[in-house]
């Protein structure tokens, strides 16, 4: 990855005083092809994703996908399988394709339609091991100006495959389910005012001045009619990003086994805990390139966070060209994987949760569509198929 040199302001209250702390920060050349690529040992279909890389301070969107020719994906037990194009820079195998196996090794090969190729070291998947238990810690925080805070601390213990490499991934995922009022949206011409503008989605629009379920505005009739619409932007699943990666710590392993390994934090709010909360924790082993790929990112995304830890430069990939003209950046890999899940719910942990107020007792996302209420995160309709 290109170093370059990018200010990022960084505000201080000291003595009264307002200071500007400059930081040297890496950044990704604007030619750069950027792959993320995985296959595991779960049924396909696997993906491999193309975006354009950017620089930081560029004012372009992040993440602009980029086309391929041809993506390949190839195993060291002579299979292979064009990935097929599904729009937006995603490619991915048919769900009959290959299937990840234990043991053998894989790599992608890229044909761009410049005629330039690149192709992913081969990557092989090892045992994954289990996770054994997901527990949590119940947490309070009393800000000076504020309500209290409640939260739980999320724990597992963990072990690592008999005999296997000791570079394992955890990734935490975080699910919860929330209802919306969208028909109560405000309109932005009159805040606080007793003047909603129901968004379509909602089901709802005005009948004789009068707010109503069902009904819709019919284009070839030119009127109001019912219709017995259903709101599709009111019930949402909704998951958040995922901050960091995180990887094992060697230092915390005593016999290949992990215990009381820290994976994220759940706050508990009228939102999160509107119904219940899923707590899943995927563990993933990795090959020792890929476990310094991802350790590096979590170093840098810690490093971040932090104002006197500066931010690490080059992240080791396993890609490279076979053919000079543009650079690339990200990584291809292969992982075994395996799942636990636990659900909380208002009855975990009896806490007061403060229902949202402001002018019409709807605060933030109480009268927004669900699906884009809650920035930072994936939500989505669709019940996930494995929820309890």
């Known amino acids: 990855m290109k170093n370059s040199l990018i200010l990022i ?14 930081f040297p920060v890496p950044s990704a050349d604007s ?13 396909g279909p696997y993906t491999v994703k193309l975006t354009k890389g950017i620089k930081i301070d560029d004012s372009r969107q992040v993440g602009e996908p980029i086309d391929a020719k041809q993506i390949t994906l190839f195993d060291n037990a002579g299979n292979e399988e064009v990935l097929e194009h599904t729009g937006n820079g995603i490619y991915q195998t048919k769900p009959n394709g290959i299937q990840g196996v234990i043991g053998r090794e894989y790599y992608i090969r890229i044909e761009m339609y410049n005629g ?20 949590y810690e119940f947490e309070s925080h009393q800000p000076p100006d504020a309500p209290t805070e409640y ?18 991934r955890w990734k935490f995922t975080g699910t919860y389910v929330v209802e919306t009022l969208p028909q109560y949206n405000l309109c932005d011409i009159s805040p606080c005012l007793d003047s909603y503008c129901p968004l379509p989605c909602s089901g709802y629009t005005y009948v004789n001045g009068e707010l109503k379920k069902g009904y819709a505005y019919n284009p070839k009739t030119k ?7 259903e709101c599709t932007c009111c019930r949402c699943w909704v998951t958040p990003r995922e901050a960091k990666p995180k990887v094992n710590d060697n ?8 215990i009381k390994v820290e994976m994220g934090y759940v706050p508990i709010n009228y939102y999160t805990f509107f119904e219940k909360y899923r707590v899943e924790i995927m563990q993933m082993s990795l090959s020792g390139a890929a476990f310094d790929f991802w350790k590096a990112v979590q170093s840098q995304k810690e490093g971040t966070n932090s104002l006197f830890q500066p931010v690490t430069g080059k992240i080791p990939i396993n890609l490279f060209e076979t053919t000079e003209g543009m650079g690339v950046q990200g990584i291809f890999y292969a992982a075994a994987v395996t799942k636990r899940q636990i659900y909380l719910d208002k009855t975990t942990h009896k806490v007061n949760i403060r229902v949202p107020v402001d002018c019409f ?24 198929a494995d929820w309890k």
């Open 9 to 22: 302001t960084v505000l201080l209250l000291l003595d009264s005083c307002l200071d500007r702390i400059f």
């Open 31 to 43: 030619t750069d092809l950027i792959v993320d690529g995985l296959i595991t040992d779960e049924p």
């Open 116 to 135: 330039n190729v690149i192709e992913s070291l081969p990557d092989k998947m090892n045992p994954v091991g289990e996770v054994d238990s997901i527990y």
């Open 151 to 168: 939260g739980y601390r999320i724990f597992i213990d963990a072990h690592n495959a008999t005999g296997s490499d000791n570079y394992l």
């Open 223 to 229: 009127m109001v009619e019912y219709t017995g619409v």
């Open 251 to 258: 230092q915390i392993s005593k016999n290949g086994k992990f």
């Open 361 to 384: 007792e709807r605060e933030g996302a109480m009268g927004a569509d669900c699906r884009t209420a809650f920035p930072g995160s994936m939500s989505t309709y669709q019940q996930p």
